[in-house]
Nanobody, 121 residues
């Protein structure tokens, strides 16, 4: 059983910073990549940032230059440093992992329960 547990959400004023973390636990053979997605009320879930196990990153245009994603393969943890936050960053942020639970299993997609980020103007 694989679990993704997020932490670090909260309320911050515009221009402030928050750091989100997500730890994967359970039976995990290998991690292909991890990432963060977000969903604001009335909107579809969208990609924020992803990172492979080798450290290759991808960011949504709206967060480039403000957010930084990092991964600790040994700790099976992904973090998202969010700086210069804007009210439009307000959303529930979800951690995602593409991983292989065992050597003989296919790569599977897992999601955390989500953490609320609210940016006040």
């Amino acid at each position: 059983q694989v679990q993704l547990v997020e932490s670090g959400g909260g309320l911050v004023q515009a221009g402030g910073s928050l750091r989100l973390s997500c730890a994967a636990s359970g039976t995990i053979f290998s991690i292909n990549g991890m990432g963060w997605y977000r969903q604001a009320p009335g909107h579809a879930r969208e990609l924020v940032a992803t990172i492979t196990g080798f450290g290759s990153t991808d960011y949504a245009d709206s967060v480039k230059g403000r957010f930084t994603i990092s991964i600790d393969n040994a700790k099976k943890t992904v973090s998202l440093q969010m700086d210069n936050l804007k009210p439009e960053d307000t959303a529930v942020y979800y951690c995602n992992a593409d991983l292989r639970p065992s050597p003989w299993s296919a790569v599977k997609d897992y999601w955390g329960q989500g953490t609320q980020v609210t940016v006040s103007s």
